[in-house]
């Protein structure tokens, strides 16, 4: 339907294919950006918290990033590069090995990372050669140039050469350690000074955003691009501070399921980390609008990206509430995946059922 729409300009195409991108994700994308079971959609947003048969191929997620690519491209709405964002850092990284060698067929969100099988006697399968394509979508379109000027989608640390309207070269260089930090620096370097416009985009979920401009404040929309029309000269410089403090994200109500996120990172635990059995029966502490304090490690454990302590309540049978206790989490990317020993983990913290509620 894309393609047809780029032939003909009819926009009954583009609107069938943008309906079924939301639809999918709407009723099937889970909390790490991918979803489908046995190669099939089945509702499967609202059953994430369970065990499922061959869940999160690596082919559907590497083909949703793609998909959403090309509506970014088609469109440049914002809510696409976040779908990128949120499959690309959690489910796509989640299923390569850490070493690169190898990339997993399906990755569950509770249990243990496990091989899949080879196909058609080639000693691999489908998902090793569609994990590296998802891995290449990202440097296409980090920052791309359209008939305005230029839109900065994600954020990755390396310089950018574009073409601006006006027909000269342009030099985006970003400085950042996100999504580690929600810290970004941009520096534009041209031969010569040109009007045009900037897009930045600030993802849905980050609620609390500085954007400056050679240090003077631009207002700011979290899900939308903030749009800078100026004339730019060598050297202005933005400066982004996004909002990664930690949330929590409930599925369900009777029973109910609790997740963590920080920026567009889902935080895990896993078995590696210590503490209490990672099946064990926690709850986060959380503020009155569902943050979460995460103190970073002070040094993070071998093959572990990203790792936290967060405050929980242990699942108790005492008459008086106890003092919460710091339990480790990481990076989804990260739990469980090894190159070598296995490592129990876990996404959702199942919780307790309360007759009285």
């Known amino acids: 339907m894309r393609e047809l729409y780029r032939l003909t300009g009819k926009p009954e195409y583009k609107e069938a294919v943008e309906k079924t991108w939301e639809n999918i994700r709407q009723t099937e994308i889970n909390i790490t950006g991918s979803g489908a079971s046995v190669e099939c959609w089945f509702g499967g947003k609202n059953l994430q918290t369970i065990p499922i048969e061959h869940y999160q191929e690596t082919c559907v997620t590497a083909t949703w990033i793609k998909l959403s690519q090309q509506l970014l491209k088609l469109t440049g709405d914002a809510k696409y590069a976040d779908a990128i964002e949120q499959s690309f850092y959690n489910a796509l990284l989640g299923a390569m090995k850490p070493d690169g060698s190898d990339w997993a067929k399906y990755s569950p969100l509770a249990g243990e990372r496990l091989q899949g099988s080879e196909q058609c006697g080639m000693g ?6 569609s994990g590296p394509r998802g891995l290449f979508t990202l440097p296409l379109t980090t920052v791309m140039s359209d008939k305005k000027g230029v839109q900065v989608n994600f954020f990755v640390d390396g310089t950018y050469h574009l073409q601006t309207p006006g027909g000269q070269s342009i030099e985006v260089i970003q400085q950042t350690a996100y999504p580690v930090s929600g810290n970004v620096s941009l520096k534009f370097l041209l031969p010569k000074n040109e009007y045009l416009s900037v897009r930045i985009r600030i993802p849905a979920w980050s609620l609390q955003s ?16 903030a749009e800078i029309r100026r004339t730019w000269k060598s050297g202005d410089t933005v400066n982004l501070m996004l909002d990664v403090r930690g949330r929590v994200i409930r599925m369900g109500k009777q029973p109910e399921n609790i997740a963590i996120v920080r920026g567009p990172i889902v935080l895990s635990r896993d078995a590696r980390l210590g503490g209490p059995n990672v099946d064990a029966i926690i709850t986060p502490v959380a503020d009155k ?8 490690a002070a040094e993070n454990q071998k093959g572990i990206w990203m790792q936290f302590k967060a405050p929980f309540m242990l699942e108790s049978y005492k008459e008086y509430v106890s003092s919460p206790v710091y339990l480790s989490l990481c990076d989804y990317a990260s739990a469980g995946n090894t190159n070598d020993e296995k490592s129990w983990f876990r996404v959702w913290f199942p919780q307790p059922f309360d007759p009285k509620k």
């Open 289 to 296: 609008d569902g943050y979460v304090k995460l103190e970073p």
């Open 124 to 129: 691999l399968n489908c998902c090793v050669a």
């Open 210 to 225: 500085a954007l400056t401009v050679n240090g003077k404040p631009v207002k700011v929309v979290p899900g939308q691009y």
